[in-house]
């Protein structure tokens, strides 16, 4: 069976440093990857998607990056953290465009 | 532009009282819609997956129902471990992101 794993669960950051939050899938190749976030009284906002090892997406404008150095591997980056990149990040896959996807436990990333 | 409204933000249910939570979509051309669990400080676990007007799933106590224009998870005599934020989004045919709804944050009290 497949299985989603995300980490670090929780990380507090101060305001300029970097970041780097990784995920592996584990029991199926090629997934389609993606990462979330879930801010307080939003809903669930797509960051950046990957169909394959190298390519990445971007949803949204903002302070991170994203890279996918192996098949079964997600990375969100940033070189410095603002106060507004805090949040639950989410990490996600599904096999193509129109299943279901399946996520992760998430990180509650608290920038200071 | 796509949305999801889901209502009623938040639910207090006695053990047994079935209800049903609403999801209302504007997504032309809609590739899915998904319904999913989430408990506190978790990732959300997935539910159920419907692709066309007059679907119908079921899974325990939860089933959801899909219209042209919304869909409904109805919860048949609830117990206090379905309490939990129930989220629905919808997948429109150009692109990779799921459009989520708020959700509703369901409680259930024995």
């Known amino acids: 069976s497949q299985t989603i794993h995300q980490w670090p669960a929780t990380l507090v950051q101060p305001v300029g440093s970097p970041l780097s939050l990784e995920c592996t899938v584990e029991g199926t190749s090629n997934p389609n990857l993606y990462w979330y976030r879930q801010a307080a009284g939003r809903g669930l906002q797509l960051l950046f998607y990957s169909v394959g090892i190298g390519q990445i997406s971007s949803e949204v404008p903002q302070n991170l990056s994203a890279s996918r150095p192996q098949d079964r591997q997600f990375i969100l980056s940033s070189k410095k953290l603002l106060l507004s990149d805090s949040g639950f990040y989410l990490c996600?896959?599904?096999?193509?465009?129109?299943?279901?996807?399946?996520f992760g436990q998430g990180t509650r990333l608290t920038v200071v | 532009e796509d949305q999801v409204t889901q209502s009623p933000e938040a639910l207090r249910l006695q053990e047994g009282e079935s209800s049903s939570l609403n999801c209302s979509y504007t997504v032309s051309g809609l590739r899915g819609l998904f319904w999913y669990r989430q408990d506190p400080g978790k990732g959300p676990e997935f539910l159920f997956t419907l692709y066309s007007a007059g679907e119908e799933k079921e899974k325990e106590r939860l089933k959801a129902t899909l219209t042209k224009k919304e869909s409904f998870l109805h919860i048949t005599a609830p117990k206090p471990e379905d309490s939990a934020t129930y989220l629905c989004?919808?997948?429109?045919?150009?692109?990779?992101?799921?459009?989520f709804g708020k959700g509703t944050s369901l409680l259930v009290t024995p």
């Open positions: 996600a896959w599904n096999h193509r465009v129109g299943t279901e996807a399946f």
């Open positions: 989004a919808a997948q429109g045919p150009s692109g990779y992101a799921l459009n």
